[in-house]
């Protein structure tokens, strides 16, 4: 007898396990919002240029609406990747608003990250993991990391030395 109800416990519980397990494999990763960083390489000064990028996709009907944005120093604005996208199992193909040419990212189930067709400094892409409680403080530390990269005063940018260039490229030989 208490072999049976331990054997019938086992067994809910094997089957409890088996349908989170299944639930984590089957969801859909173009829901929410995703964020990662772009590594954009050195400046002159020496300072490694980095960009937030986050995405945030919503599910309407068979399409799903993508909105890009994108921190630069202390501006945050719109990225070229926002418009339309359709999914295709772990492919998720996005038409931008801009009329620019379609990009695929790629969902990777067992990391759960998404490889998007971004690329940082060394060529390697950018990688998205979704934005939990967990790491949204992560990603904060990064905006204001990257916000005061900008504002040191040897990454201002210098307009006179590129308007005296332009005089001298605009004479004619």
């Avoid at 905006?143 to 006179?160: C, D, F, G, L, Y």
């Amino acid at each position: 007898m208490k072999y049976s109800r331990l054997l019938t416990v086992l067994c809910l519980l094997s089957l409890t396990v088996a349908m989170a397990a299944g639930c984590s494999v089957f969801k859909n990763p173009w829901e929410g919002t995703w964020w990662g960083v772009q590594d954009a390489g050195m400046n002159w000064s020496g300072d490694n240029i980095q960009y937030l990028e986050s995405f945030t996709f919503t599910k309407d009907g068979d399409q799903i609406t993508v909105k890009h944005q994108v921190q630069r120093g202390r501006q945050e604005s719109t990225g070229s990747l926002t418009g339309t996208g359709k999914a295709d199992g772990g492919t998720l193909t996005i038409t931008p608003a801009n009329g620019g040419k379609p990009v695929s990212f790629t969902y990777d189930r067992l990391k759960s990250t998404i490889e998007t067709s971004l690329t940082n400094a060394d060529k390697s892409p950018v990688i998205l993991k979704q934005l939990t409680d967990d790491n949204k403080s992560e990603m904060e530390k990064t905006r204001e990391h990257i916000i005061s990269v900008s504002q040191k005063p040897e990454n201002a940018v210098n307009t006179t030395i590129s308007s005296s260039k332009t005089a001298v490229r605009s004479k004619s030989y």
